[in-house]
């Protein structure tokens, strides 16, 4: 697919030399975008040669933009990315149903610069969210709105190509986001790298000819190139028609290009047959050689990074980028010996389930077994898992990049993959669940087991499921459900206050104060008047005068009321604003104010349905004023907003105010005037027909006017001026409010000689800001703890009723968890991540959990369990970690060797010997917990093989030991 050619050309550049805003460049058929052939307002309003803007157009601009927005994605198509709050205020703008009050300018300019990083021009911030940051628009709605409204600068162009994820059993299309960032360097000099991005779906053949341009490398000249994974860690990248995600590419992956000697040869190859370098990290700090030339020419296989004599399971996972929250999740697997002891001795292989629908062909449970070999054959310090992260990716598309996941999310995932690939019923029949009916727990519970084993019966099923009480009460009519549910893992909330640090800013109503950042602690579920109550001792100021506001692109895209949800504030643009007066009881009116730069168009006879022939632009920071309900005369107007902008909007000294707003005769423009150089006359403020009393304004020396508009601040309602009586007194002007918001016109001149951006952006910190953080002395609770409030007792949320078979409705029922029968291996996943639309956080409380002797019996309610095979005691084997913040971080495993009964630390390829004592700590996210005294399984040995018998023609018979009579697998070299 073609990609337009978005040439810009600027459109207008104010007297500061600022960049103003672009638009397309008609210039050539060459397939670029051809521009309006109508004329285009300044900030973006389509105009006709009359001048008139085209309202039908606009009228169904909606419409046209959310039916292209619905259309499928399809490979190879370029969609956009927009800032989420401009593409929100764009569909306010439209949603208006009268044209008279719509906004001529509308949003303003598309402005992506809140998407991008601040070092590198085009490049996206880590961890943007969809509909939180950003949406996407297929190519056409691209069109049509930089037709309208033009963009800001070249940067807010963000064109991403819709990509297939490779080797998916689906047909799954995606917007690539994110491109994968390349570190690009040449042979001999192979500590210098260039970064280059490239998409996922461009074939190696594609960086191969970057880099012969980037290196000026000849057409002509044989070249070969290499993955470079440690310091002395390559793999030769031989098939170029692979794509980047094919080839297991990641971000920040280093390329080396090599190029052919004259004589034939390739300059490493002599250099690495010889070569070997001391190792990277290995067990318990030990250090080895290793051959470093070794690759393997199959492009997704595991290979083998470090060959080193080690105890089996001692082996380290190579991070493929950003891939840390995997080899977390497979260390602790791995170090789960009732699974790995199955997988070791074969007897998988005899119940792979390649019909299963809900399986994944056997691809997982071959992959990850391959895998457990590798980890447990003693043969390697480390191992590359490319092949098993291609086989994930192509089942699960969430985890098929290289940006950073929830190694709890993997773990789910893996166990339900590895489940259904080794499930031995073929054919799931259908089971009807029954409600209990007062029947005995013990033969409901017998039941409902009997039913999920007739559909799910696999090693998965034997180690790792668990079983769940759950009662609903109907609220009404009481109605009790019981039913048993199986579980893999237990997922436990931390009691612990829930709170959130906001970085606001304050703007006292004493104009000559400076606007006062800080930071408040709030509760996440709590309100707008809860955060005034936070802020009020800093700012000095009872709550009862203080307003909540969302402040974007210069005007007040939402005030907030006190009973709204602090969930729903973003911590960028919120502005605290101190009001006259107690806020519920307002004496005042309270009227929003916005700055407005006035231009006048290089037309000068166009004029828009709106009346007027001038462009404005919002400015500066808006602000709120309190006037009497009875009214306030013009000229007490003036003085109450130059009084609020004086501290840096003031005349200079020595100059005239009528000197700069000059050149209006009789109210009309002068034709004799000139020109600025970005086509803007220099006039007063309101020179146009509309507006009578502008040579009152210049006689008086005023340097600006005002306007009565719309909430965006961009289109009049009423041109504001004084009146008189015929002895003279002026007539007061009524504003309404929460109805009335006002404009201040400065034409350009004016503001660029009174505007100090310098003194407008000036800001005082307070110590909040330094010294407010979350509690890192917070109490340590205990597991106990956790798993008493997951039983809990709770009630449904409004958004997930329980439809009650005796009211026939939906009901907010109670609802409480029982533990009916435990696993052999226990999985406990400690909830430390929160998520709303507008944040996201994580608890780093430290959990206190018992490393040997859990006792669960206090939790189970079957009291019928007995035996050692149910036994309640629990000892630990492994733990998942998690260091740092919530969409980033890095996560390790501490994992209990099986053969030596010691603890070693696992942090990707380095794996290092331990203290029992280290192993809790507020870092801990997933807990694996075995039941002491487990029976032994058959065929678990780890010293188990193969029994084989050789053949004819060379292939080998397996003899399985499973729970099912012994099969003959027939088995390829």
């Not at 000559?512 to 800093?538: F, H, M, Y």
């Not at 000095?540 to 203080?546: A, C, D, E, N, Q």
């Not at 034709?671 to 803007?680: A, I, K, M, P, Y």
Request: aromatic share 8%.
């Amino acid at each position: 697919m073609t990609v337009k050619n978005y040439n810009l050309v600027q459109s207008n550049k104010d007297d500061s030399g600022s960049t103003g805003i672009f638009k397309c460049n008609s210039n050539d058929s060459s397939g670029s975008l051809q521009g309006n052939s109508n004329n285009t307002t300044e900030n973006g309003a389509a105009v006709n040669s009359n001048g008139d803007v085209h309202t039908e157009s606009i009228m169904s601009e909606k419409e046209n933009i959310e039916d292209l927005q619905k259309q499928p994605l399809v490979e190879g198509e370029l969609w956009y990315l927009i800032d989420a709050k401009w593409f929100k205020v764009w569909k306010k703008h439209v949603e208006l149903n009268s044209p008279s009050t719509r906004s001529v300018t509308g949003p303003g300019p598309l402005d992506n610069s809140a998407l991008l990083t601040i070092d590198e021009p085009r490049v996206l911030k880590n961890h943007l969210m969809e509909g939180v940051d950003w949406e996407a628009v297929p190519q056409p709605a691209w069109d049509i709105l930089f037709e309208r409204y033009g963009v800001k600068d070249q940067d807010s162009i963000l064109p991403r190509r819709c990509i297939a994820n490779s080797g998916s059993i689906s047909s799954n299309v995606k917007i690539e986001i994110y491109k994968v960032p390349l570190r690009l360097g040449c042979h001999p000099d192979e500590d210098s790298f260039q970064t280059k991005e490239f998409s996922a779906s461009e074939k190696i053949s594609a960086i191969e000819e970057t880099m012969r341009k980037l290196y000026h490398v000849k057409s002509n000249a044989e070249v070969r190139l290499w993955q470079k994974y440690a310091m002395t860690t390559l793999e030769v990248i031989k098939d170029l028609n692979h794509t980047v995600n094919e080839a297991s590419l990641f971000s920040g992956n280093k390329i080396i290009m090599e190029i052919r000697n004259d004589d034939g040869s390739w300059p490493k190859s002599s250099k690495l047959a010889s070569a070997s370098s001391s190792s990277g990290p290995g067990v318990s700090g030990e250090s080895t050689k290793f051959h470093s030339t070794r690759y393997n020419s199959n492009n997704f296989s595991d290979f083998t990074g470090q060959q080193k004599s080690t105890p089996g399971g001692l082996c380290g996972l190579s991070n493929l980028g950003n891939t840390c929250f995997m080899n977390s999740a497979l260390q602790c697997l791995s170090n789960t010996p009732p699974l790995t002891d199955y997988l070791l001795s074969g007897c998988h292989l005899c119940e792979i389930n390649r019909e299963n629908a809900l399986g994944m062909q056997g691809k997982i449970a071959e992959s990850y077994s391959e895998l457990i070999k590798q980890l447990w054959s003693g043969s390697y310090s480390y191992v590359v898992p490319r092949n098993f992260k291609l086989q994930v990716g192509r089942f699960a598309p969430q985890f098929s990049g290289y940006q950073q996941q929830d190694s709890q999310e993997l773990l789910a995932f893996l166990l339900d993959g590895i489940h259904e690939d080794l499930n031995r019923i073929k054919r799931k029949p259908y089971q009807e669940v029954k409600d209990a009916a007062g029947r005995p727990d013990q033969i409901v519970s017998e039941e409902a087991w009997i039913r999920h084993k007739l559909r799910n019966d696999s090693i998965v099923v034997d180690i790792f499921h668990g079983m769940f009480k759950s009662t609903l009460v109907c609220p009404d009519c009481a109605k009790i459900s019981v039913t048993f549910d199986p579980f893999c893992y237990l997922s436990v909330p931390l009691p612990v206050k829930k709170e959130r640090i906001l970085e606001i800013f304050y703007i006292s109503y004493d104009s000559s104060d400076l606007p006062l950042q800080l930071k408040v602690i709030v509760p996440k579920n709590g309100t707008i008047s809860d955060l005034c109550e936070a802020a009020s001792p800093s700012v000095g100021v009872p709550t009862r005068k203080l307003c909540v506001t969302d402040v974007y692109n210069h005007r007040f895209h939402k005030v907030f009321a006190n009973d709204e949800l602090v969930s729903s504030i973003m911590d960028k643009d919120t502005i605290l604003y101190e009001i006259p007066g107690d806020i519920n009881q307002l004496e005042d009116v309270v009227v929003p104010v916005y700055l407005r730069e006035h231009r006048n168009s290089r037309y000068g006879a166009m004029r828009s349905v709106y009346g007027s022939s001038n462009s404005t632009e919002l400015f500066g920071q808006p602000f709120l004023i309190a006037v009497p309900t009875s009214g306030t005369t013009y000229n007490e107007l003036y003085e109450l907003i130059a009084s609020k902008i004086s501290r840096y909007f003031r005349l200079p000294p020595n100059t005239d105010a009528r000197s700069l707003t000059g050149g209006v005769v009789n109210g009309e423009i002068d034709d004799n005037d000139d020109f600025d150089e970005d086509g803007s006359r220099v006039v007063p403020v309101g020179a146009d027909d509309t507006m009578k009393s502008s040579q009152d304004d210049v006689n008086n020396g005023r340097l600006f006017s005002f306007a009565l508009v719309n909430s965006y601040g961009s289109s009049d309602i009423q041109k504001l001026q004084p009146t008189r009586d015929i002895d003279g007194s002026e007539h007061n002007i009524i504003l309404e409010s929460g109805r009335s918001y006002l404009a201040v016109d400065i034409v350009t001149t004016v503001k660029t000689i009174c505007f100090s951006i310098e003194e407008a952006e000036k800001i005082e910190k307070h110590e909040s800001v330094s010294t407010v953080s979350y509690d890192k002395k917070k109490q340590t609770i205990a597991l106990a703890d956790c798993i008493n409030l997951f039983l809990k007792k709770e009630k449904l949320g409004i958004n997930d009723p329980w439809f009650c078979p005796e009211c026939k409705k939906h009901q907010q029922a109670s609802k409480k968890f029982d533990i009916w029968d435990l696993p052999e291996v226990l999985v406990v996943h400690l909830k430390r991540f929160s998520y709303s639309r507008y944040w996201r956080d994580k608890l780093d409380t430290l959990v206190n959990f018992p490393v040997t002797s859990l006792d669960m019996s206090q939790y189970v309610i079957n009291r019928r369990s007995s035996g050692p095979a149910q036994s309640t005691m629990y000892d630990l084997i492994a733990v998942s970690n998690h260091y740092g913040g919530l969409g980033g971080g890095h996560y390790t495993a501490y994992a209990k060797n099986k053969l030596d009964n010691a603890w070693y630390y696992f942090d990707d390829s380095s794996v290092s010997s331990t203290s029992e004592e280290s192993v809790v700590s507020k870092a801990a996210y997933v807990l694996f917990y075995r039941r002491r005294n487990a029976p032994s399984r058959r065929g678990s040995s780890p010293d188990t093989t193969m029994e084989a018998e050789s053949n004819g023609d060379s292939s080998e018979t397996l003899q399985c030991a499973s729970s099912g009579p012994a099969s003959d697998i027939e088995m390829s070299d």
